[in-house]
């Protein structure tokens, strides 16, 4: 390990994320939009399996997911985001495990985007394309979307926040044309033969999951500790509304015969249905759009994860390192390019297998982390939490029950092949810490020691040693509550 410091790479942006930014990658690292859930319609066999799951599930699953989020994101305001959490928990090797799990989820979340795109395109008239010319697209599409956040992650924000109103604005028109057309009884239609278990938990489940990815942005954040949970909350309501307004629209409005028509890309005829052709051009757009906001979110988490675990001295400096010759913008420029050619090459996946592939690497990660969360609040009663979810630790265990169980539901209806190539993956992440550890034991390549920390919210400073990161991340720091805001 050579003698460099996180400190040492390029200074962030100045600019750093607010709020409503902050709120609009929560959301689409999570949702961004109702597009996506046309498929929880079919394999629920009618509306009322759906609408149900997104009433419930949200308490169930994201609710406490997000509370989780926004308590240690609170705790730990650093890039390494969840991966800072179990290592404080469990230590460095099960860290750096979940880290890889989780960054191989993301990206092959990531890697639907494009193919999204060009399907929703195709859904509005374009000719299909040819295998060649397709490939060349999601190459093109990826390299343009990567563009971009490598122009800076305010930048980023603020685009989402731009992307969130364009994605939501038909589905206003949609549910005011819908309303006249809406039949209550149709909510309750369920034809329990078409029903199919494993798509629809899968579809539930990658449509309310990945709170915690907006963790790793936590260090870029203004005032993380009195921003993240704001944030958050704000993300779950619009998360929510997003899902089950539209869902009610649509369903409402269309005879229950036609369930097993919602497939990926529906929601484009349920607007030609109800309003015209204006409107299905108007949510094809607006689709577009939405799987580009769900990139650059997603592709912020993932680089900024492997920014952070690189400052915590986990893997090699360069995922920490800016390349100032090549951009001023403050981005980790190799952890983007890392992220964009793991995209192009898991995007030549189907759709249905890159979702359960990437439920069941996420659900394995969420699992430790729920397990970290137990950990800290019994071993660590007393850490700083500026946000502390209002339950003793007996409640905290109980709140996580519901989504342990619902992960553990999607992992058992996973394939054989899924727990294969899942497993293969993890001893994949087994051998990579190994392989990490010796590089930084031979000093083959350069690591950064974890040096001091400067606190943005208390002002305080914080020796971080690097043979024990938990020491550090876990050391206590004195409130300064008449900060002013970092700039």
């Not at 099960?94 to 795109?117: E, I, M, R």
């Not at 992307?163 to 149709?186: C, D, E, G, Y």
């Not at 890309?265 to 108007?282: K, M, N």
């Not at 989504?403 to 992992?411: E, S």
Request: glycine share 8%.
């Amino acid at each position: 390990m050579t003698g460099a410091t996180a400190d040492e790479r390029a200074p962030s942006p100045a600019r750093r994320l607010t709020v409503l930014p902050l709120v609009a990658l929560i959301f689409y690292d999570v949702s961004g939009g109702p597009f996506g859930i046309e498929d929880s319609v079919r394999a629920g066999g009618g509306a009322l399996l759906p609408i149900l799951g997104f009433l419930i599930l949200p308490v169930l699953w994201s609710l406490p997911e997000a509370l989780v989020t926004a308590e240690l994101a609170s705790a730990f305001p650093t890039n390494a985001g969840y991966v800072a959490w179990v290592s404080a928990a469990f230590g460095p090797a099960a860290a750096f495990l979940v880290g890889f799990t989780k960054w191989a989820s993301g990206t092959l979340d990531n890697a639907l985007y494009p193919v999204l795109f060009l399907d929703y395109l195709r859904s509005g008239g374009l000719a299909p394309l040819s295998p060649p010319l397709r490939s060349l697209a999601v190459v093109a599409l990826t390299a343009a979307l990567t563009y971009l956040n490598y122009r800076g992650l305010h930048l980023v924000g603020l685009s989402a926040l731009a992307l969130t109103a364009f994605s939501l604005s038909p589905f206003v028109a949609l549910t005011a044309l819908a309303v006249p057309k809406i039949r209550p009884s149709r909510w309750l239609a369920v034809d329990a033969r078409a029903v199919d278990p494993r798509g629809f938990f899968n579809s539930m489940f990658w449509n309310l999951n990945y709170w915690d990815k907006a963790s790793t942005l936590a260090g870029e954040v203004e005032e993380p500790r009195r921003t993240f949970p704001k944030a958050v909350f704000g993300a779950v309501a619009l998360v929510v509304g997003a899902y089950l307004v539209p869902l009610l629209a649509g369903t409402g409005a269309l005879p229950p015969e036609s369930a097993a028509e919602w497939t990926d890309g529906f929601f484009s005829e349920v607007g030609q249905r109800i309003g015209g052709p204006w409107l299905r051009v108007w949510i094809q757009a607006a689709a577009a759009m939405s799987n580009m906001g769900l990139f650059e979110a997603e592709m912020s988490s993932d680089s900024f994860q492997l920014l952070g675990m690189a400052e915590m001295g986990m893997i090699p400096a360069i995922f920490a390192q800016m390349l100032i010759i090549l951009s001023t913008h403050g981005t980790p420029t190799f952890s983007i390019l890392c992220s964009a050619t793991g995209v192009v090459v898991l995007s030549f996946m189907s759709f249905q297998e890159i979702i359960e592939f990437l439920n069941f690497l996420y659900g394995l990660g969420m699992l430790v982390v729920f397990a970290a969360f137990l950990k800290l609040r019994v071993k660590d009663p007393d850490l700083p939490r500026p946000y502390r979810i209002p339950v003793g630790t007996a409640g905290a265990a109980v709140m996580c029950v519901p989504p342990v169980a619902l992960i553990t539901i999607v992992m058992c209806l996973a394939s054989a092949r899924t727990v294969v190539v899942s497993a293969a993956v993890a001893v994949a992440g087994v051998a990579f810490y190994y392989g990490v550890e010796h590089a930084k034991r031979r000093e083959w390549v350069e690591f950064l020691a974890p040096g001091p920390r400067t606190d943005s919210l208390q002002g305080s400073t914080e020796a971080v040693d690097v043979e024990d990161v938990r020491a550090g991340l876990l050391a206590e720091e004195p409130a300064d509550e008449d900060l002013s805001k970092v700039e």
